[in-house]
């Protein structure tokens, strides 16, 4: 089951900030650090973010993280078409003792 | 060229077993702590189970402990999956990941299974 909470879609027109929530608790956002994944259909999905706000290498810098006390956000600027996809927040969970997913957000570029 | 590649999914009865398997290249194999982690068709990933690098420690949600236990051969740098007792609700893709610093960095591509009568 998903414990961190992401708005199921969430959209923009090209070169829009797109920002996507993720919501959990003090025994995982509150806790640990955050990481995000894109995935596009039919794929295995990608990291994206790692430790709040890191991009890997390869990554554009139009994708940015951060976290505060439990929630998170991942903002995408200037939003272009190939970033149509779903993405996932996850962190370690203290109290669960595994890892934890957000639900997932759609994102559609309109 | 870093890689993780599955194998092993099908189709089983309930109630059957299966085991999953994930070749490692391109890197050092007993440097990382290694996960599983499952999407059920149309929905959301879901953790299922990590083994620390020597295999000393494993962990699993809550879902799956005492049907599925996690494995790693380091000498042949490969992971595995046992799945007994299986249930329709553990249908899904099975993705083999590499676990760097709490990051997935390195994903499979994904073995399917399929719980079904």
């Known amino acids: 089951q998903s414990v961190l909470t992401q708005p199921p879609s969430a959209s923009g027109t090209p070169g829009q900030r797109v920002t996507i929530s993720c919501s959990g608790s003090?025994?995982?956002?509150?806790?640990?650090?955050v990481n995000w994944y894109q995935q596009f259909p039919g794929t295995a999905p990608k990291l994206l973010i790692y430790?709040?706000?890191q991009r890997p290498s390869g990554v554009p810098d139009r994708f940015s993280g951060s976290a505060s006390d439990t929630s998170a956000s991942l903002a995408i600027s200037g939003l272009q078409s190939e970033d149509e996809a779903d993405y996932y927040c996850?962190?370690?969970?203290?109290?669960?003792?595994?890892?934890?997913f957000g639900t997932g957000t759609k994102v559609t570029v309109l | 060229e870093v890689q993780l590649v599955e194998s092993g999914g099908g189709l089983v009865q309930p109630g059957g077993s299966l085991r999953l398997s994930c070749a490692s290249s391109?890197?050092?194999?007993?440097?990382?702590?290694m996960n599983w982690v499952r999407q059920a068709p149309g929905k959301g990933l879901e953790w299922v189970a990590n083994?620390?690098?020597?295999?000393?420690?494993?962990n699993y949600v809550d879902s799956v402990k005492g049907r599925f236990t996690i494995s790693r051969d380091n000498g042949n740098k490969s992971l595995h999956l046992q799945m007994n007792s299986l249930r329709a609700e553990d249908t899904a893709i099975y993705y083999c990941?590499?676990?760097?610093?709490?990051?997935?960095?390195?994903w499979g591509q994904g073995t399917l299974v399929t719980v079904s009568s």
């Open positions: 003090s025994s995982n956002i509150g806790s640990n650090t």
């Open positions: 083994i620390k690098q020597d295999g000393s420690e494993k």
């Open positions: 996850a962190a370690w969970d203290d109290g669960l003792y595994g890892f934890v």
């Open positions: 391109g890197f050092t194999f007993n440097d990382y702590w």
């Open positions: 990941v590499r676990d760097t610093w709490l990051s997935f960095d390195v």
């Open positions: 430790s709040n706000n």
